[in-house]
């Protein structure tokens, strides 16, 4: 079946620690994405890729790294650097948009991380 | 820039009742595209509907039907003859065609409760 696949669903970290959450996505899209949500939150922009080897920051991108070496996988490093990284991480993906037509993102299951 | 409103933070009602989740929106782009999401308890955003600046006309869905009035900016959802499986949190959402593949900008989320 096609879709978005993150792992894992749970993620614990010490703090200090950098980790790496996994998207995959066997949708055939161009564009991926990343969030962040917090409770009682809406969801923010935290990268977003259009191709391969070309990725940009989204509104929330301190503390965190992405790659895009492949069109199906755009994982995403929660570092250091992020002050409260506990949050829970969707990852979508979507057909690249052009100016005349942009089409629904399509949202993996999510991970869960928490710093302890 | 983009800012999305869901004055309701949580409804609850009895089951078969009818209910609408009311979604505000400011741009200032004549050309925009306007999304509701679903979200479970498992996570996962589920896709709804899709709507671009040029097209208000209303759009019924089984037991869902959504009214779209750009005189008020206003894009809201309403489910009829609610049933329990309709308990989620739903997000209404906004993409600008700003010429790139920005992500949505969210609302907050309307947390529906639908009692037996």
């Known amino acids: 079946d096609g879709g978005i696949t993150q792992s894992p669903k749970y993620l614990f970290r010490k703090e200090g620690q950098n980790v790496t959450l996994s998207c995959e996505q066997n949708l055939n899209h161009d564009a991926m994405y990343w969030y962040r949500q917090d409770p009682g939150q809406g969801l923010r922009l935290i990268y977003y890729s259009q191709i391969v080897n070309d990725f940009q920051k989204g509104d929330i991108a301190e503390g965190y790294s992405v790659s895009r070496e492949k069109k199906e996988s755009f994982p995403l490093t929660v570092t250091s650097a992020q002050k409260n990284p506990t949050a829970f991480y969707l990852c979508a993906s979507s057909i690249v948009a052009t100016r005349m037509s942009y089409n629904e993102q399509f949202f993996g299951p999510g991970t869960r991380l928490t710093v302890l | 820039a983009q800012k999305v409103t869901q004055a309701q933070t949580e409804i609850s009602v009895v089951e078969k009742e009818d209910v609408t989740l009311d979604c505000v929106y400011e741009t200032r782009d004549t050309t925009y595209y306007l999304f509701w999401y679903k979200q479970p308890p498992s996570g996962e955003l589920v896709f709804l509907i899709r709507r671009n600046s040029f097209d208000e006309q209303n759009e019924i869905s089984g037991r869902y039907s959504w009214n779209f009035q750009k005189s008020t900016s206003s894009f809201n959802f309403t489910i009829t003859a609610s049933q329990v499986v309709d308990s989620a949190v739903y997000f209404c959402?906004?993409?600008?065609?700003?010429?790139?593949?920005?992500?949505?900008?969210f609302g907050k989320g309307t947390h529906l409760i639908i009692q037996p």
């Open positions: 959402a906004l993409l600008y065609s700003g010429g790139g593949a920005d992500g949505l900008t």
